[in-house]
């Protein structure tokens, strides 16, 4: 793993829809288990797509990777506890707002004493490294057991972005996508297979964002990003195009082979997401939206 600073001990897609996802040493799968931003949204009219916030697993060459630590980890640390064996996973975290590490306390793997996880994250807006954040939201009064409780084994990281995180024969590269909200988007290459997670689109981007965005993205199999939407105080859904314009602009501009926008808003519910995604495919046709349960399987 180059270019970390390490803290102390601390082709073509294919979609299913499944609850659980296993991969050999030779596979490439991606499965969503929250596909919400902002906050965990259960409603019977958001059941569909999901309420639970961002987590996105990728197995490849026989390693665990996980992207963002929203109320989506809870139910995969469900699904990895039935495995009954060791587990060992790299979690890698976009930034350091609520919505992104808020399931990471309820993580149930992270309390056996067998399994490993490596963390990675950049400096928060207020320079407080990753494991300085996953700590004190873990504090009183916010929470009842400080992370201390946790008796796996865990490795943290702090990311440079713009740097790789060399993992064998599985390469991640990282970039800064968001000066504002320091945000860090990945990109996870292995053998000709590409996948990039980047999900703090703007509408109208830093043009220093937007260029370290579309190098990072350029022409990878599946592009993970975010929808886009007025603040949340005058979300109206007068018009639904700008939640999807600028991740459909982004995937035309970076020549990428498929779409998923995820990070829905709270207030879309099922059907206006429905809506959303027959406008994106209009636009691009190999692009949809992300729901909870969806397995994406990169291959040749």
């Given at each position: 793993m180059s270019n970390l600073a390490p803290s102390d001990f601390q082709s073509s897609v294919t979609e299913t829809a499944t609850t659980t996802a296993s991969s050999s040493v030779g596979e490439f799968l991606v499965q969503f288990w929250g596909v919400r931003g902002l906050i965990a949204t259960p409603a019977s009219n958001t059941d569909r797509y999901g309420g639970n916030t961002a987590c996105v697993e990728i197995q490849v060459a026989g390693k665990r990777l996980i992207f963002d630590g929203g109320t989506g980890l809870r139910i995969l640390g469900k699904s990895l506890r039935q495995l009954q064996q060791p587990i060992e996973a790299h979690l890698f975290f976009t930034n350091s707002q609520s919505n992104r590490i808020q399931g990471f306390p309820f993580f149930a793997p992270a309390f056996v004493p067998e399994n490993r996880f490596h963390i990675y994250g950049s400096a928060a807006s207020n320079s407080a490294s990753i494991k300085q954040c996953l700590c004190d939201q873990m504090l009183q009064p916010h929470f009842p057991y400080p992370l201390q409780v946790m008796q796996s084994e865990l490795h943290f990281y702090?990311?440079?972005?713009?740097?790789?995180?060399?993992?064998?024969?599985?390469?991640?590269?990282?970039?800064?996508?968001?000066?504002?909200?320091?945000?860090?988007?990945?990109?996870?290459?292995?053998?000709?297979?590409?996948?990039?997670?980047?999900?703090?689109?703007?509408?109208?981007?830093?043009?220093?964002?937007?260029?370290?965005?579309?190098?990072?993205?350029?022409?990878v199999d599946l592009l993970i990003a975010n929808a886009t939407y007025v603040p949340p105080t005058a979300n109206s859904h007068e018009s639904t195009d700008v939640h999807w314009q600028a991740a459909v602009e982004v995937a035309q501009n970076a020549a990428v082979k498929k779409l998923v926008i995820s990070h829905h808003h709270p207030d879309d519910e099922d059907d206006f997401l429905d809506q959303v995604q027959t406008e994106v495919k209009a636009t691009f046709a190999q692009g949809l939206l992300a729901c909870e349960g969806l397995v994406l399987s990169i291959g040749d």
């Open positions: 702090n990311v440079i972005p713009g740097s790789d995180v060399q993992l064998d024969d599985v390469t991640i590269t990282t970039a800064s996508i968001n000066q504002t909200q320091r945000s860090v988007g990945y990109r996870v290459s292995w053998q000709n297979k590409s996948v990039a997670y980047v999900t703090d689109l703007t509408k109208n981007a830093d043009p220093v964002d937007q260029e370290q965005i579309l190098q990072l993205v350029k022409g």
